[in-house]
């Protein structure tokens, strides 16, 4: 630091004597070619870095892209060409993906729409069955009891025609009877009162 006060004295005009102007000189040369040199070391160990991290996105890349048989003759040229094109395709590729997955939403939305739509339909279908269903019994039920009050009065009926028959068939063969052996109906009923007057007469 003192080395390059007293040069910039120099520089800017006092004077100084030689012995002292010539070893400040010295020790600027020495300070500078000591930077020179560590400024060439740390470039050297950047580029040495450098090529290292290029040396290593290379062999990634030729893992990401599809090079073919002849991998091993690919110069680092062919390969980025190659590496390029590859990016493209998966350009495109995502486009049209991107593409499908809106149209398969789309689908997906007019589905879940037509769905719901089905669902609406089939409740009210539900319902409508349910309530003809009901209907149905009822009707059913109503039939059910109307042939029960109607099947209540036949067995009187049926008793009387019965019996009215069977007083007929009495009636006609007492008369067939009668017919048969020679009485009439007036000596029927005088031989009736005969066997009524009987036991009066025994008394």
Request: proline content about 2%; some cysteine; overall charge neutral.
């Amino acid at each position: 630091m003192a080395n390059c006060y007293c040069y910039l004295l120099y520089v800017l005009g006092y004077k100084y004597p030689d012995y002292l102007f010539r070893s400040c000189l010295q020790m600027l040369d020495v300070q500078i070619s000591a930077l020179q040199t560590l400024f060439n070391m740390l470039r050297e160990l950047c580029l040495f870095y450098r090529r290292a991290h290029l040396r290593l996105c290379l062999e990634k890349l030729k893992g990401l892209v599809p090079l073919g048989p002849e991998s091993s003759r690919h110069t680092t040229l062919s390969l980025l060409k190659k590496a390029k094109l590859h990016i493209k395709r998966l350009e495109e590729y995502d486009r049209k993906a991107v593409h499908q997955i809106d149209q398969l939403q789309r689908e997906q939305r007019h589905l879940k729409r037509q769905l719901e739509k089905l669902g609406i339909e089939r409740i009210r279908m539900d319902s409508i069955g349910s309530t003809v269903s009901s209907e149905r019994s009822d009707s059913d039920r109503e039939e059910i009891d109307v042939d029960v009050e109607s099947t209540d009065y036949l067995p009187a009926d049926l008793d009387w025609s019965s019996s009215s028959l069977s007083d007929s068939d009495d009636r006609g063969s007492l008369q067939s009877v009668c017919s048969d052996e020679g009485y009439s109906s007036s000596g029927v009923r005088r031989l009736k009162s005969q066997n009524n007057h009987k036991p009066c007469l025994g008394l």
